[in-house]
């Protein structure tokens, strides 16, 4: 694939993006002049805000804005558009928490209004330089992009569920946004232990959807920026050198986190793996905690700033014997 190929794909998923948000923007504000439930509406904007425009936000940077903030004067508009993406994702949660069906249809038009301009500058001033580079392949940083996003972009051909269809989807959007109201609220702790425990329920017959909770989950992690208090995993003694290595680093986001529980019940009763991240796990923590609560030993061995390891073990049954049957549901 050539430079220009490749940018013509990402122009392409660049106005596929503008319209879908555009056709949701839509349909909240007919929902909203002509005084129906505007819940809903709103519910499949943020949702496909979080699924979609937000990890795609992140693949950019980690790959085409890391690229270009080499290049002067790029490294100025890069700047500029990072500060977009935390724009974004304020607006979004602006609009999740708006009150009033005129204030959703407010933050949703300024959301719209702001990711127009976005795409265009990225489309006009940050890409074309990047495409006239003979020395660099921007196919390269496209096919990155998409194993980032796990294969879950349009760019790859696959499309959205219509929400709309899918109450499944839109309930678990309105429990979203309830969540992230209880966490503003000053209940992080119970938002993220919500959404874990929801995501424990959908992991089986709905893995898109436990996909989109994962996500949620970092997010409200991000948001609430604090320890966990309710979370009930023990302490082992330590790393043993049994311990089966595990680096998800160079993984898809998408993939660690089964790739992680997939390891977890493959041990023995009393065995350990040890997790290498790129970030503070927390989120998994909550998820160990929502499916194995009780069962598992959490261990920080390294906590960042670039690095993070975590010794993560399978309690034997004499572990369990011991504790009321009611820990061990």
């Known amino acids: 694939m050539t430079n220009d190929e490749a940018f013509n794909l990402i122009l392409g998923h660049h106005q596929q993006m503008c319209d879908r948000v555009k056709t949701l923007v839509v349909a909240l504000e007919e929902a909203v002049t002509r005084g129906r439930a505007y819940e809903v509406?709103?519910?499949q904007l943020v949702s496909?805000?979080?699924?979609?425009?937000l990890p795609h936000a992140n693949a950019e940077e980690a790959t085409i804005y890391a690229h270009a903030a080499k290049v002067t004067p790029l490294d100025e508009t890069v700047s500029a558009l990072i500060d977009e993406h935390m724009?974004?994702?304020?607006?979004?949660?602006?609009?999740?928490?708006?009150?009033?069906?005129?204030?959703?249809?407010?933050?949703?038009?300024?959301?719209?209004?702001?990711?127009?301009?976005?795409?265009?500058?990225?489309?006009?001033?940050?890409l074309p330089p990047l495409v006239a580079d003979e020395t660099l392949s921007v196919a390269r940083l496209l096919t990155r992009m998409q194993e980032l996003t796990a294969g879950e972009s349009e760019l790859s051909g696959s499309q959205n569920d219509?929400?709309?269809?899918?109450?499944?989807?839109?309930?678990l959007?309105?429990?979203?946004?309830?969540?992230?109201m209880l966490a503003r609220a000053g209940s992080g702790d119970e938002a993220c232990s919500m959404v874990a425990a929801t995501w424990a329920v959908l992991r089986g017959p709905r893995p898109d959807l436990?996909?989109?909770?994962?996500r949620s989950l970092h997010q409200l992690v991000r948001?609430?920026?604090?320890?966990?208090?309710?979370?009930?995993s023990r302490t082992s003694s330590g790393v043993s050198d049994d311990d089966v290595l595990l680096d998800v680093r160079t993984m898809a986001p998408a993939q660690r986190h089964e790739k992680i529980f997939d390891t977890y019940e493959s041990l023995e009763d009393g065995a350990a793996f040890l997790l290498v991240n790129d970030h503070d796990p927390k989120p998994l923590r909550y998820q160990f905690e929502a499916e194995h609560a009780d069962e598992f030993t959490w261990d920080?061995?390294?906590?960042?700033?670039?690095?993070?390891?975590?010794?993560?073990?399978?309690?034997?049954?004499?572990?369990?014997?011991?504790?009321p049957s009611a820990q061990r549901s």
């Open 210 to 214: 436990a996909r989109r909770a994962t």
């Open 162 to 171: 219509d929400a709309s269809r899918d109450h499944e989807a839109v309930l």
């Open 48 to 53: 496909y805000m979080i699924d979609e425009v």
């Open 173 to 180: 959007a309105q429990l979203l946004e309830a969540a992230t």
């Open 300 to 323: 920080y061995i390294e906590s960042g700033p670039k690095v993070w390891r975590v010794r993560i073990g399978r309690l034997g049954s004499e572990h369990l014997a011991g504790l």
């Open 223 to 232: 948001l609430v920026n604090q320890a966990p208090v309710a979370l009930r």
């Open 41 to 43: 509406a709103r519910a």
């Open 87 to 126: 724009n974004l994702a304020l607006g979004i949660e602006r609009l999740a928490r708006a009150a009033s069906g005129p204030d959703a249809l407010r933050y949703a038009s300024l959301l719209q209004r702001l990711f127009d301009a976005h795409v265009t500058t990225e489309n006009e001033v940050l």
